[in-house]
């Protein structure tokens, strides 16, 4: 009961963005803004099932899923949001720098840095991964210093790619398999205006 309270209050105040990866939520930042000016933006990463968990309980008035809802969530309304495919940077002297397109496969056994606040992204490379090395960084400063000063790769994405990561012998090469593409999901209450 309290926990609701404190949430109805918070509301009054603060628009609540749940996601499930940081891209998505940086991504529909601006757009909040723009939209609810003077008011406050928090942003929260978590799984799936806490991020409906939490929409239930009025805790986030707005999340961003990488699987559908289920036909069962007939409290919750959702609409398609945008995609995003898994890519790995790697030093243009890489032997897979040369290819159009990787799969899990190509990668197995070596050690390659990835982004902490990736969520759900990391628990698909562990899973499709499971002799490769995954390096995980934390602090997204710390692991750009890292890969501009080692010839690791490095887990990208087609709508993270920046300029940098291609540039100083670096050549980014999206993973085919079907699992590193996901589409995402914005989801509300029924009822709560979208």
């Known amino acids: 009961m309290i926990e609701r309270t404190v949430a109805f209050d918070r509301s009054r105040r ?9 891209l998505p939520a940086r991504t ?6 723009e939209c609810f000016r003077g008011m406050a933006v928090t942003t929260e990463i ?14 986030c008035q707005l999340v961003i899923l990488h699987e559908q809802p289920k036909d ?9 949001y945008m995609d995003e495919r898994l890519a790995v ?14 799969t899990f496969r190509d990668l197995t056994g070596l050690s390659i840095l990835a982004h902490g606040g990736s969520g759900f992204w990391i628990d698909i490379c ?8 995954l390096l995980i960084q934390d ?3 710390m692991l750009s210093e890292i ?28 993973i085919s398999d079907e699992a590193a593409h996901i589409i995402y999901y914005l989801a509300w209450l029924k009822g709560q205006k979208p």
């Open 14 to 22: 603060t628009i609540s963005l749940g996601a499930c990866a940081s």
């Open 28 to 33: 529909l930042l601006p757009e909040l803004h």
């Open 46 to 59: 978590t799984t799936d099932e806490k991020l409906l968990s939490g929409l239930r309980n009025r805790i």
């Open 72 to 80: 069962t969530d007939k409290d919750i309304s959702w609409r398609k």
């Open 89 to 102: 940077t790697f030093p243009a002297d890489h032997p897979l720098a040369g290819k159009e397109t990787i």
């Open 126 to 133: 562990r899973e499709n991964l499971p002799d490769a090395k």
């Open 139 to 141: 602090n997204m400063e």
């Open 147 to 174: 890969v501009d000063a080692s010839t690791l790769p490095v887990f990208n994405s087609d709508r993270a790619v920046k300029e940098h990561d291609n540039a100083e012998g670096r050549v980014t090469v999206p």
